[in-house]
């Protein structure tokens, strides 16, 4: 099994910067996709970003492109969100998320993920 665990999150002013952590358990996690996605009160759980297993080849929701940034330490066992330029918008609970070893479909789709982490809150004051 996996477990997620992520970090970072927390009470900042628009404009400023974050910096989430997802940290994973097991020596197999560089051969894992990993997702971000986010969940405001009422909204319905978003897609943020994603990265390959190699680190290769990320992808970004519109809505952050520009200002968010995905990265990933496999000898860590580490995924990376930067966030900058933070929009009150943005408030929401931020999950890390891994598929099963052999997924498939789009890794901008919550139903590819089998393993979730418990969340971090990112708020973000105007």
């Known amino acids: 099994q996996v477990q997620l665990e992520e970090s970072g999150g927390g009470l900042v002013q628009a404009g400023e910067s974050l910096r989430l952590s997802c940290e994973a358990s097991g020596r197999a996690f560089s051969y894992y996709t990993i997702g971000w996605f986010r969940q405001a009160p009422g909204n319905e759980r978003e897609f943020v970003a994603a990265?390959?297993?190699?680190?290769?080849?990320?992808y970004y929701a519109d809505s952050v492109k520009g200002r968010f940034a995905i990265s990933r330490d496999n000898v860590r066992n580490t995924v990376f969100l930067q966030m900058n330029s933070l929009k009150p918008e943005d408030t929401a609970v931020y999950y890390c998320?891994?598929?099963?070893?052999?997924?498939?479909?789009?890794?901008?789709?919550?139903?590819?993920?089998?393993?979730w982490g418990q969340g971090t809150q990112v708020t973000v004051s105007s």
């Open positions: 998320a891994a598929p099963l070893k052999f997924a498939q479909g789009s890794t901008t789709q919550e139903t590819y993920y089998k393993f």
């Open positions: 990265i390959t297993w190699n680190g290769g080849t990320s």
